[in-house]
């Protein structure tokens, strides 16, 4: 079935394009989606905490209707996003209000989260929320796209202090950001006057991943082109693995186990059973 934003109370559900870009990149950024006020109100819901919920909260659960969290989930492009990454009614796995001070002197080392996660057909998603601008002094967010699909111990990435390609998050305050549990990041040193917040949620969906953003334009060319996406990271030989993983995904996600980008896993999962006459 074909899902357009009508079978959503039209919030605004990605499309196949933005879909494989989260597929490739392993995350999907909203810039300045919270308006002016909201922000403001964010930035006094953050400094005053937002109390732990039970893990598998639903989201009326968690935070209740009117509340700041809940608004910041209902805004169209969060909410569409959201629904067309996990689905209707995800749980909230857990959330966790990020501060850093000014010159603190540290950064966090690059690491995955919950990489005991060994899914290859499903994924949860994390929401992280910049209510303020941030700066390059204020040491945003650092990621490395393409990284999802790389499994390493947690840890294992800590060594690495900078790689190829990475992006180190500088956006507009209320820009929303969601993330494959998967992909490597860190948050950076602050070297600024102020004080910098990030809010994040981890949703666990609750429905099969299949086909659930506006699939109108799955045979957009433009879909193939993203899922084909290399990063200077990648080494010659092993980077090969990221896009045989990615195909593997998207194949999930659609339900067409006859996708594939220039034969890549077809050659290797070619087992014929037919016997020689």
Known sequence: MTNTPEHTSNIPLLSSVRMAHFVAHGSLRLDAVVPPEMNAEGMEVLRAGVPEVPYGSSVPAAYPAGSFVR???ELPA???ALRSLVGPGPAVDHHYVHLREPHEGWAQPLHADAIIDVRTDAFD???MYYPQDVTLDMGGTLSVPGSHLRRTNESDTGRYQNLRGQSRLVCPAGTVVFLHHGLWHG?????SDVVRYMFKIRFNPTVRQRRLWDTSDLGDPRVAEELSTTFPWYEPATGRLEIYHRVLLWRALTGDDSFDLDHWVTRVSNQP???AV
Not at 187 to 191: E, Q
Request: aromatic share 0%; glycine share 12%.
């Open 187 to 191: 948050g950076r040193r602050n070297d």
């Open 125 to 127: 998603v994390q929401l």
């Open 78 to 80: 969060a909410a569409g």
């Open 273 to 275: 059973r037919r016997e």
């Open 71 to 73: 608004r910041l989930l």
